[in-house]
């Protein structure tokens, strides 16, 4: 089926410093999001993505999150400063049309902040 | 606002049994009804996805049906295996929001 790709699968980082998160998001698909998964918890929307914009964002997507897509290329998930609370796997996902279309997921970014 | 609960995991059955993971939802608007599956080291997959009141939905097995008046959409298998084992999500999007709500997750262990 449909391949999302996610660089990296994981990432350690000292708290304070940046850190990007690229997602590939399936070629056709024009909606694009971020969750957020603590280890063992559910999953919990952070942002999503069209046409160059973030059409919403979650309490969680915190002031020094950031999402972009320059020309086309890679979906970005950054933050800048990171905090250790910051520390999850963070999930890619795109859809055709809005999300009452099929999300394809990525198989994450594990991200740790010591 | 939207909301998902769902069966409060972890649940462990022996090959062969059968399952039901019970999902509620709150929404003041038209649902579309989702169950992922989401495997050790992976992203969620979809299992199926019902856009319509009082349909049923399957795949390998696995079936809901999307109770509008009880406002439930609650996954079962008659007879699941070793296989099975993983994180299953219950999930609604409404129409014009650009974003899947998740349940808590029910995982699920099969013991051979």
């Known amino acids: ?114 | 606002g939207d909301s998902v609960t769902q069966t409060e995991g972890p649940v462990t059955l022996s090959e062969g049994t059968s399952l039901t993971v019970n999902c509620s939802y709150e929404t003041k608007q038209y649902p579309t009804l989702f169950w992922y599956v989401q495997y050790p080291g992976e992203g969620p997959q979809l299992l199926f996805k019902v856009p319509k009141a009082n349909e049923k939905g399957s795949n390998r097995g696995f079936e809901a049906t999307y109770n509008k008046e009880a406002t439930s959409f609650h996954l079962q298998k008659a007879s699941v295996q070793e296989s099975d084992s993983a994180v299953y999500y219950c999930a609604l999007s409404v129409y014009n929001q650009g974003k899947l709500i998740f349940g808590q997750g029910t995982k699920l262990s099969i013991k051979p």
Request: charge should be negative; include cysteine; proline fraction near 4%.
């Open chain 1, 1 to 114: 089926g449909p391949k999302v790709l996610q660089i990296p699968s994981h990432q350690i980082i000292d708290m304070g410093q940046m850190v990007t998160l690229n997602c590939d998001p399936v070629s056709n698909h024009l909606y694009f999001y971020w969750y957020k998964q603590i280890l063992g918890q559910q999953m919990e929307f952070l942002v999503n993505f069209y046409n160059g914009k973030v059409m919403e964002k979650s309490k969680l997507f915190k002031d020094q999150f950031s999402v972009e897509r320059p020309d086309g290329s890679y979906f970005t998930l950054k933050i800048q400063p990171t905090a250790l609370e910051d520390s999850a796997v963070y999930f890619c996902a795109s859809s055709l049309v809005d999300s009452g279309n099929t999300l394809y997921f990525g198989e994450g970014s594990r991200l740790i902040v010591v």
